[in-house]
């Protein structure tokens, strides 16, 4: 009924830059917070921005000032702009969102599939 896609990961070298990208399509009524979440191997998965309806984000410590996490309400679309990428960044990519269906009644928690980030020289 929801699919999310995402899009923009690959191999970059530090200091370089990338920028994901996580649409949502199907029946959706209406979107909430839409998130980026990381999980490096070994490593849970982890918080890495987030962002409301409203425009307010929220960055985990690791990632402020590099990254920068965005919404497009039209395309049901949220983005991640990496830069000044580090080794450590290398990790499967998630895209989370909040989304009301037609069908239901409240808000369900949907997951891309994932999208790999190597930073490496």
């Known amino acids: 009924q929801v699919r999310l896609v995402e899009s923009g990961g690959g191999l970059v070298q530090p200091g370089g830059s990338l920028r994901l990208s996580c649409a949502a399509s199907?029946?959706?009524?209406?979107?909430?917070?839409m998130g980026w979440y990381r999980q490096a191997p070994g490593n849970e998965r982890e918080l890495v921005a987030t962002?409301?309806?409203?425009?307010?984000?929220n960055y985990a410590d690791a990632v402020k000032g590099r990254f920068t996490i965005s919404r497009d309400n039209a395309k049901n679309t949220v983005y991640l702009q990496m830069n000044t990428l580090k080794p450590e960044d290398t990790a499967v990519y998630y895209c989370n969102i909040d989304i009301q269906t037609f069908r239901m009644g409240i808000p369900q928690n949907y997951w891309g599939q994932g999208t790999q980030v190597t930073v490496s020289s």
């Open positions: 199907g029946s959706i009524f209406s979107i909430y917070t």
């Open positions: 962002i409301t309806t409203l425009g307010s984000t």
